[in-house]
Each structure stands twice: as C-alpha cells, then as structure tokens.
C-alpha cells in the first residue's frame, strides 16, 4: 500500500510540473496558477514523497534484498531535491524525471515483494 501511495504523490508531482505551465501559458489559472507555482507547494509535494521514500523502500529491502528499488529511488529523489535549485527553465524537467524515477523505484519494489511474498508450490 506505502508503494501504491508513492507513485500516487510521484504521478501528483508529475501533474504539477505538467498542468502548472500549460495552465498559465493559456491564463486561464489566475491565483490558482500563482498558488500552484508558489515554492511551498513544491515543498509541500517533496515532504511527503520522502517520507514515503523512506518508510517504503528500506524496510522492503530487508525483505526481498535487492538494492534496485533502492537506486533508483534515491536517484529520483536527488533529481526532485535538485529541481528545487536549478534554473526555472530546468526544473520541471528535473521534477519529471526524478517523479519518474520514484514511480519506477515504486513499482519495482512492489513487485520484488509480491515475489518474496508469494507461497511457493511445495508450500
């Protein structure tokens, strides 16, 4: 469930960067689009998606221990943490890619512990 509610917040990230722009290049956001660029929502989005990150990823590495989910999830974190100070023009695809990476990492992981999980046939 922590997994499912990862990619979640990632795909919500993903809208964000998306939706943001195409919203205030056709003004049609008003103070929601001002609201919506704001740097507090940024970090509103990142608190969570960390902890998630955090709470998910290595307590399932103890179960399947493969470090997969584990790389590329830190790799999609450190791309959102440095979409945060990068260039206006860079960071939505910064925020992208490392939402990406995290909704991979997600899923990865999410599968590696349906396997560990499974009942084998002798069972």
Not at 23 to 36: E, K, M, P, T, V
Not at 55 to 64: G, I, V
Not at 67 to 77: E, H, I, N, Y
Request: glycine share 8%; proline share 6%.
């Amino acid at each position: 469930m922590k997994d499912i509610f990862g990619v979640c917040l990632s795909g919500l990230c993903v809208m964000h960067c998306l939706l943001t722009p195409l919203l205030l290049l056709f003004g049609s956001a008003g103070a929601f689009g001002i609201w919506l660029e704001s740097a507090w929502v940024h970090y509103a989005l990142l608190a969570p998606i960390s902890l998630l990150l955090v709470w998910s990823l290595p307590f399932a590495w103890s179960k399947h221990r493969q470090s997969k989910p584990l790389l590329v999830g830190a790799g999609g974190f450190s791309a959102l943490v440095l979409s945060l100070f990068v260039p206006e023009t860079l960071e939505p695809i910064l925020a992208i890619a490392g939402s990406l990476l995290l909704i991979t990492a997600h899923l990865l992981n999410r599968h590696l512990l349906k396997i560990v999980t499974q009942p084998t046939k002798d069972q």
